[in-house]
């Protein structure tokens, strides 16, 4: 993996101070017992330094907060301070990704990696709040019919869903999609798809972009 030697070697001539290394990692819980499992970071961070790299900050992604003594664990074994072991769990949308890395003063545990507290200074996330705390209050829905043939496959239009999940939040419109495969499409389906106020149909990579007033007219 020519990336990594390359961080390796960046590493290594910029010295101690001027490198800061974040680790992500996943921390799954088992949903029986609701145990969090700290293995799989532990095998990614002893493979990281078998490779000649060790994390500064882990940045553990999970369905929930870690608990204190996973985290402490996380800590006796990966060779990272408690205090750079952050969380990046569920939230309800995007925007408070952010708000929960600066709860966990994730930018202070940079800031003392790269010798930096000399300069501090509170992350000013005001617009974060706002869009964040908009969305989850966003009650005018605008729905959209998404045709495409690999619908049933949830990664297969995130590109074009997300752009249209930015485009509604700014717009101040909760968004709602319905999928439609387009091989399962017939003259009855079609009117029913029809009714909705935009249509994409996705096809090769580019999607084409309907309103009614172009059926109506048609």
Known sequence: MPFIEALGQ???RVGP??????????????????????????????????????????ACRSTKELEENVKEKLSQFCHVPAANIVTLYD?????????LLRDQKA???????????????????????????????????????????????????????KALLHASVYCHRKLVVDWV???????????????????LSVRSGLFSFLTRPFFSSS
Not at 91 to 99: C, F
Not at 181 to 199: C, F, N, R
Request: charged content about 20%; proline content about 5%; some cysteine.
């Open 10 to 12: 960046f590493s290594y």
């Open 17 to 58: 101070g001027n490198f800061c290394l974040v680790h992500v990692s996943l921390v799954p819980v088992l949903n029986v017992v609701g145990e969090q499992k700290t293995k799989p970071t532990q095998h990614s961070v002893r493979g990281l330094r078998g490779l000649g790299l060790t994390p500064n900050i882990l």
């Open 91 to 99: 939230v309800s949308n995007i925007w408070r990704i952010p708000l």
């Open 107 to 161: 930018h202070e545990a940079i800031l003392k990696v790269l010798n930096l507290e000399s300069f501090p200074r509170e992350p000013k996330l005001d617009e974060w709040v706002a869009r964040a705390t908009m969305f989850d209050t966003l009650q005018d829905i605008v729905r959209i019919a998404m045709v495409g043939k690999y619908t049933g496959l949830s990664d297969s239009y995130l590109s074009v869903l």
């Open 181 to 199: 495969a387009s091989t399962d499409l017939e003259d009855s389906t079609k009117i029913e798809v029809w009714q909705s106020p935009i249509v």
